[in-house]
């Protein structure tokens, strides 16, 4: 049984001037440990997918599955998210931005502040544990982002172009962190970008959609090895 199953579904924004159709038809299953692209031109409906996912938008039509029917998926413990933006809490220090998701689940507190230190650590932010977010550059902002994304241990993380705001170079740096995160954990990833060679080099698989409303044009295994 896939750990995700979509099927037909559709998402409609109301606004006040007009209906947006955002997502057409996507129908798409991924496997436990499968690190999925999901690629498709700006504004096709990306970014509405993961939400959809993540439970923050509910959908119009079609079903969503995450997870089995004896063993449902609880969003908030279960996935983890990294968005375009770091998205720190400005007040609180790194670790504290870290332990966040742990705090709301209501995690033990003194395990996953080791974690969030060996977190931390792994993402390269050693030494920047008790910094505020604006005394870190950007690709550290982000790389923290990942921290706070992993510590409660999802076994699902979404990722909605994380990098792409940063440069070429950081985002190539990142892009090989993210892999070895994902080849170390056996976690299933779901990983946002209009960018088919991103697509192709970080996913084990890459889902392919349409322009305009999302429809699902392509889903195949990249069998390439990456260097
Ligand atoms: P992508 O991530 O592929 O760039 P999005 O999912 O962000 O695409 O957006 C898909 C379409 O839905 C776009 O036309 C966008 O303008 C529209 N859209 C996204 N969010 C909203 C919203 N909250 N209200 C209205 N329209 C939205
Ligand atoms: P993305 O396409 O990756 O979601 P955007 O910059 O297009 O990034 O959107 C930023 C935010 O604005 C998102 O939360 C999105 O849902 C919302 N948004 C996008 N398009 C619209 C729209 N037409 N009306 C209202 N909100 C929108």
Same mark, same amino acid.
């Given at each position: 049984?896939?750990?995700?199953?979509?099927?037909?579904?559709?998402? !409609?924004?109301?606004?006040?001037?007009?209906?947006? /159709?955002?997502?057409?038809?996507?129908?798409?299953?991924?496997?436990?440990?499968?690190?999925?692209?999901?690629?498709?031109?700006?504004?096709?409906?990306?970014?509405?997918?993961?939400?959809?996912?993540?439970?923050? !938008?509910?959908?119009?039509?079609?079903?969503?599955?995450?997870?089995?029917?004896?063993?449902?998926?609880?969003?908030?413990?279960?996935?983890?998210?990294?968005?375009?933006?770091?998205?720190?809490?400005?007040?609180?220090?790194?670790?504290?931005?870290?332990?966040?998701?742990?705090?709301? !689940?209501?995690?033990?507190?003194?395990?996953?502040?080791?974690?969030?230190?060996?977190? /931390?650590?792994?993402?390269?932010?050693?030494?920047?544990?008790?910094?505020?977010?604006?005394?870190?550059?950007?690709?550290?902002?982000?790389?923290?982002?990942?921290?706070?994304?992993?510590?409660?241990?999802?076994?699902?993380?979404?990722?909605?172009?994380?990098?792409?705001?940063?440069?070429?170079?950081?985002?190539?740096?990142?892009?090989?962190?993210?892999?070895?995160?994902?080849?170390?954990?056996?976690?299933?990833? /779901?990983?946002?970008?209009?960018? !088919?060679?991103?697509?192709?080099?970080?996913?084990?698989?890459?889902?392919?959609?349409?322009?305009?409303?999302?429809?699902?044009?392509?889903?195949?295994?990249?069998?390439?090895?990456?260097?």
């Amino acid at each position: 049984e896939p750990l995700i199953r979509l099927d037909g579904v559709q998402k !409609i924004y109301h606004t006040r001037e007009r209906d947006i /159709l955002a997502v057409s038809d996507v129908t798409m299953d991924v496997e436990e440990g499968e690190f999925v692209s999901l690629v498709g031109p700006s504004g096709c409906g990306k970014s509405t997918i993961l939400k959809i996912l993540a439970d923050l !938008i509910p959908s119009d039509s079609g079903t969503v599955q995450i997870g089995s029917a004896d063993a449902p998926f609880d969003p908030s413990r279960d996935i983890g998210m990294v968005f375009q933006q770091a998205l720190l809490l400005k007040w609180r220090r790194i670790i504290d931005n870290v332990l966040l998701p742990a705090e709301i !689940i209501g995690l033990p507190m003194k395990e996953s502040r080791e974690r969030a230190y060996d977190l /931390l650590s792994m993402v390269g932010l050693k030494g920047f544990e008790d910094r505020y977010p604006y005394e870190l550059s950007g690709g550290m902002q982000q790389r923290a982002a990942i921290a706070r994304a992993l510590i409660h241990d999802p076994k699902l993380i979404l990722m909605d172009e994380p990098f792409g705001a940063l440069d070429a170079l950081t985002r190539e740096k990142m892009n090989l962190e993210i892999l070895r995160i994902w080849e170390a954990s056996n976690k299933t990833i /779901l990983f946002v970008t209009h960018s !088919i060679q991103e697509a192709v080099f970080l996913g084990s698989h890459c889902a392919v959609l349409t322009a305009g409303p999302a429809r699902m044009a392509d889903y195949f295994k990249v069998d390439v090895p990456y260097p």
